[in-house]
C-alpha cells in the first residue's frame, strides 16, 4: 500500500523544508512545488541527508491554476496540502502591496479551488500571531480580537483566514487548520537545512547569528524603552522544528478524524515571553559566543509585548513545543557557522 501523500507549497522555504522532514519521518509522501523566490534548489539535498528521501519536486507558482491542475494530475492523489507559499517580509509587504496581495492570496484561492476537483481533503495554513496585534493581555489565547492589521502582510494573513473560512461555510468539502505561529527560530539539529535570509535579515535571530558570526559589525536592539523589565520587547520564541512537528499533527487530524470541525484555529507557541536582551543572553550563554551590540530607536510597527497561551494546541492536540531556547540557539549557531562562507 502506499503511503499519504501531501503537497506542500513553499516547501524548500525555512518552515516548509523542516516541515518535510518530519512529514517524511512519519511516514508520509511529499510533493513540494515552490517557485525558488525565496528559497534554493539545494535544500532538497539537505532534507534528502536527514531523511534519506527525496520528495518529489516541482518549480512552479501556485498562483498559476494551471499548473496546480497539473501537479494534481501528475502527481496525485494527494489527500493534503500544507500551504507555506506566500511574501513574508512585512516592510516590504508597505512598499509592494499589489505584490504582497497577489502572491499570498491568489494561491490560496487556487488552491481552494482545486482541492475538491481532485478531492484533497484539508488544508493547513501557515497564519501568524501577528493577526492578534498589540493584545490588551498576554498570554494570548485564540479567542482574543484579531486587530487592524498594521501592514499589507499582516492582512494577507487575516483575509487568507477569512477566505478559509467563508469557503468552509459555503460547503466546500474540506477541512482547514489555521496555525498562527508565534516566532519561529533555530535550524534542525542536524545543521542540513535551517533560514537563509536572502540580503539583510529583517529578523532578530538571523541578524544575530551573522554578527556573531563576523558578517555584520553590530546587531542594534531597536529600542530599550519598552514597558518590559529590561525595556526591550518581548516575545514567544519556538523551535522551528517544534513547529513543524506541529503541521505533522494537524495534518493527521484533518485527514484520519471524522469527529472534528471542519475549521480549526491554534496558536503555535511556548507560552514563554523572552525579551530581546535574554535571547541574546541565552545564545551567548549557549555557544559561548559574544554578540556585539548596540541599542537603537524603536523599529516603526513593533509590538511591544505577545507571547502565546499554547493551551489548546497543547490539549487538543497533545503537542508541546518543549526544545530548550539555549538548544535552539545551538542549533542556529551551527546552521550559522555551516553557511558562513570561509574568510
Ligand atoms: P520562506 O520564505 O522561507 O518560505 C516560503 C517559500 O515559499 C519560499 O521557498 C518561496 O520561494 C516560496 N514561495 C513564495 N511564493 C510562492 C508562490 N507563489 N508559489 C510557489 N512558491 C512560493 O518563509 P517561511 O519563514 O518558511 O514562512 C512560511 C510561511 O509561514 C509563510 O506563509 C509565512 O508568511 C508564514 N509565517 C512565517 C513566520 C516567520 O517568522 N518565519 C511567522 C508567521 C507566519
Ligand atoms: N529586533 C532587533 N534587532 C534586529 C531585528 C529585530 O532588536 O535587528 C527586535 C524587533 O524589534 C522585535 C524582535 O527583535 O522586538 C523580534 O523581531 P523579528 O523581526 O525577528 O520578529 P517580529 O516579531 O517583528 O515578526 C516576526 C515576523 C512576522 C511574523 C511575526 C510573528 O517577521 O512576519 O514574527 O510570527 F508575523
Known sequence: MSNTKILVTGGTGYIGSHTVVELQQAGYDVVIIDNLSNSNIGVLDGIQRIS????????GDINDIRTLRDLFSTHGPIKGIINFAASKAVGESVQKPILYYRNNLVGLLNLLEVMPEYDVKGIVFSSSCTVYGEPDKNPIDESAPIKPATSPYGNTKQISEEIISDVIHAGSPIKSILLRYFN???????????????????????????TAAGI???????????????????????????????????????????????????????????SVMQLIQSFERATGVKVPYTIGPRRKGDIEKIWADPTKA??????????????????????????????
Not at 186 to 208: D, T
Not at 253 to 267: G, Y
Open 216 to 274: 555584520r559589525p553590530l546587531l542594534t536592539i531597536f529600542g530599550n524603552d519598552y514597558d518590559t523589565p529590561d525595556g526591550t520587547c518581548i516575545r514567544d520564541f519556538i523551535d522551528v522544528v517544534d513547529l513543524a512537528r506541529a503541521h505533522v499533527i494537524a495534518m493527521r487530524r484533518m485527514l484520519d478524524r471524522n469527529d472534528t470541525a471542519p475549521l480549526e484555529i491554534f496558536n503555535l507557541g511556548t507560552g514563554r515571553g523572552l
Open 314 to 343: 497543547n490539549e487538543v492536540l497533545g503537542w508541546k513545543a518543549d526544545t530548550d531556547i539555549d538548544q535552539t540557539m545551538r542549533n542556529a549557531w551551527k546552521w550559522q557557522l555551516k553557511v558562513t562562507p570561509a574568510k
Open 184 to 210: 519561529p527560530v533555530g535550524a534542525h539539529p542536524s545543521a542540513e537545512i535551517g533560514e537563509l535570509p536572502i540580503g539583510v535579515p529583517q529578523n532578530l535571530i538571523p541578524y544575530l547569528t551573522q
Open 52 to 59: 534519506g528521501i527525496r520528495p518529489e519536486f516541482l518549480q
